[in-house]
């Protein structure tokens, strides 16, 4: 699953997207988590490496990015597909 | 550097406002030309004319009711002082006349880069429905009615909501039969018939300013979302938006109709990604500000080309820029309005 090359982010978790003018603000798990999709990171590598940097139960965290991709989707962050 | 002598109107920059001030801020922002700027107004208390840092001076200009004949003595009156090298109306109302004398004003000297008669009408709120089956636009279905009984006979095949607008301006949302009457009758007061019932798309709500060479090329392509909208439904803030549909969209209208001048495209564009055309506004819209802003200033690009500059499109634009309109009190004299009111100039 990829962001769409035109939608800006910055650091502090702000979300643009430059085709609606939709913008969003997440927190700052949301700005990795869209970080790690920008650099075309993998569902499983993101599991992986947000459990290995967080004190958090993979099946949550797994549940939760479910949650947080469905969103994206919705509000037209993700590549359709 | 020769200092170009402009005209401009809608100077009425209030709620519900006209671009005149905005199509004169762009314009002294460029850094190709000089400018004195000649406000045409139509009442004393329009803003701009007040506003002696964009407005070198203002003359009242007769009502577009009135027709070609009182303009063209007024405009010859005006020239006779200022020796104006062009004139930009900006008000749908007035560009009939516009177009009718563009010839004469040449004589005098004054250019205009305007779209002509057929061009004006193609997008005409009465015949945009036509020109988009003719031309593979979207427009959103619409009947017209004359009178009153037209309405009662349709009662029955009304789907809700359903849009009532008016010959020229104001339209009205309704989600019943009781609605849709209460809505007629108060345009009607307004506006006279016919009405106007439009087909409800709901969307979000997009407008685009483009400006066209009169020979089918667009120099200039800028999509903008409502970010907020007053009760006129009026953007009072807005976002450059980076869409290859839109900007073809303009392009498209801008080649299908050969559009010379600046115009604006009111569109709705669907979840599923539909462009609906609900209207086109002959001119530059009271936002056209934002398109210097965001690197392609149309009105000094309409000014260059009606000077008779050949123009390359403009390629790129800063995507994200954000306008928010605001209120401001600007306080002046009594013997200004005195001037404006009693001599018809300032």
């Known amino acids: ?81 | 550097m020769k200092k170009l002598v402009i005209g401009v109107t809608a100077l009425n920059a209030v709620d519900s406002p006209g671009p005149g001030v905005a199509v004169i801020r762009a314009i002294r922002e460029s850094k190709d030309f000089e400018v004195r700027i000649i406000g045409l107004a139509y009442e004393a208390m329009e803003p701009g004319l007040y506003m002696h840092d964009l407005v070198d001076k203002t003359y009242q200009i007769p009502y577009p009711s009135g027709g070609t004949e009182p303009l063209m003595a007024r405009l010859e009156y005006i020239q006779e002082k200022e020796n104006m090298d062009l004139i930009i109306p900006n008000f749908d109302a007035e560009l009939f006349n516009f177009i009718k004398l563009q010839d004469k004003l040449l004589a005098m000297g004054i250019r205009t880069f305007l779209p002509d008669l057929d061009q004006l009408e193609s997008r005409d709120k009465m015949k945009l429905a036509g020109f988009g089956k003719k031309n593979g636009f979207l427009i959103p279905e619409e009947h017209y009615l004359h009178e009153h009984i037209e309405l009662k006979r349709m009662e029955s095949d009304l789907k809700y909501p359903v849009v009532v607008k008016g010959k020229y301006y104001d339209a009205i949302v309704a989600n019943s039969f009781d609605q849709v009457e209460k809505a007629f009758q108060k345009i009607q007061a307004k506006w006279g018939l016919p009405i106007i019932l439009q087909e409800f798309i709901k969307g979000t709500e997009i407008n685009i300013a483009a400006l066209g060479d009169g020979e089918g090329n667009t120099i200039s392509v800028i999509p903008m979302r409502k970010l907020y909208i007053t009760e006129k439904g009026k953007a009072w803030a807005g976002v450059t938006l980076d869409d290859e549909l839109l900007l073809d969209l303009g392009r498209k209208f801008i080649k299908a109709t050969q559009w010379r001048g600046g115009c604006e495209l009111e569109v709705m564009l669907t979840s599923a990604g539909k462009p609906f055309i609900l209207e086109v506004n002959p001119r530059f819209p009271a936002w056209i500000y934002l398109t210097a802003a965001a690197g392609q200033n149309q009105p000094a690009a309409l000014v260059k080309m009606a000077m008779g500059e050949k123009l390359t499109p403009f390629e790129t634009y800063d995507v994200g820029k954000i306008f928010i309109r605001y209120a401001w009190d600007l306080v002046t004299d009594i013997t200004e309005f005195q001037k404006i009111s009693g001599n018809g100039e300032l």
């Open chain 1, 1 to 81: 699953m990829k962001v769409k090359k035109n939608i800006a982010t910055s650091e502090e978790g702000f979300i643009f997207n430059p085709s609606t003018g939709d913008s969003f603000s997440t927190n700052n798990i949301g700005t990795e988590i869209i970080l790690a999709l920008k650099q075309d990171k993998t569902v499983s590598e993101i599991v992986q490496e947000m459990c290995g940097k967080y004190d958090v139960e993979p099946t949550l965290f797994e549940r939760d990015l479910d949650e947080f991709m469905t969103l994206l989707k919705e509000f037209n962050i993700l590549e359709q597909g």
